[in-house]
């Protein structure tokens, strides 16, 4: 069984900065993509970024110059930096991992619990 965790979601002001860590676990060989996904009150879920296994970072165009992602393929672990917050970044943010090779079996997506992320004006 993989389980992704979240941290470091929190409150912060119009203009602050937080970063997310999302830990991968449960007998590991590797993963293939990883991202953040991220769904406000009322709204679907959207994209956020998402990065390769070699680095390539991929960003929806709202946030494309001030979230930078980023991972550690040796701790399975992927990080958001999220920088001069805007209001309507507020929602909860969900971790997802594709293509999960583990001991036993190979995993199309997995996904976190979420973080929330609340961004005041």
């Known amino acids: 069984q993989v389980q992704l965790v979240e941290s470091g979601g929190g409150s912060v002001q119009a203009g602050g900065s937080l970063r997310l860590s999302c830990a991968a676990s449960?007998?590991?060989?590797?993963?293939?993509?990883m991202g953040w996904y991220r769904q406000a009150p009322g709204k679907q879920r959207e994209l956020v970024a998402t990065i390769t296994r070699g680095g390539s970072g991929n960003y929806v165009d709202s946030v494309k110059g001030r979230f930078t992602i980023s991972r550690d393929n040796a701790k399975n672990t992927v990080y958001l930096q999220m920088n001069s917050l805007k209001p309507e970044d507020t929602a909860a943010y969900y971790c997802?991992?594709?293509?999960?090779?583990?001991?036993?079996?190979?995993?199309?997506?997995?996904w976190g619990q979420g973080t929330q992320v609340t961004v005041s004006s």
């Open positions: 997802n991992a594709g293509g999960v090779v583990t001991i036993r079996t190979v995993i199309g997506s997995a």
């Open positions: 449960g007998s590991i060989i590797s993963i293939n993509d």
